[in-house]
């Protein structure tokens, strides 16, 4: 065994991928403040090193306003410290992350009415009425 076995080496990679997501961002919510359309990044289709998305997460922080909703599994929307940009975690019933996206938007799409929905709340409302 040589000296050079008894040294240590810890090897971490970094993509530089987070910086320029930051930019990304900026620009997306640019473009929401002039009235454009929302924007929607995958984070699990873009190459990070392992601690690039948690360095992602704290550079965000963590805004107001937090929602858990439960289908197939809880998702967390998160907004984020800048207003407009969203955190959006979708775990399986286990509690497993399966997805995970940044949503520049003014209110998440998970979050909003769906016209179906609003459709059999105005039936369910109509019909305790009728009693």
Not at 21 to 47: F, Q
């Amino acid at each position: 065994m040589s000296s050079l076995d008894a040294i240590s080496v810890n090897v971490e990679a970094e993509t530089g991928n987070v910086r320029p997501l930051l930019h990304e961002i900026r620009h997306a919510l640019k473009r929401l403040a002039n009235g454009e359309d929302g924007t929607v990044i995958d984070l699990r289709r873009l190459p990070l090193a392992p601690g690039e998305e948690e360095r992602l997460d704290a550079l965000l922080g963590k805004g107001e306003v937090h929602a858990e909703v439960d289908a197939l599994g809880p998702t967390g929307v998160q907004e984020t410290l800048y207003p407009g940009v969203w955190l959006i975690t979708h775990c399986n019933a286990e509690g497993t992350t399966v997805a995970r996206f940044i949503e520049v938007t003014r209110v998440p799409e998970l979050l909003m009415s769906q016209q179906e929905d609003i459709d059999a709340g105005i039936r369910r409302l109509e019909k305790e009425l009728e009693n």
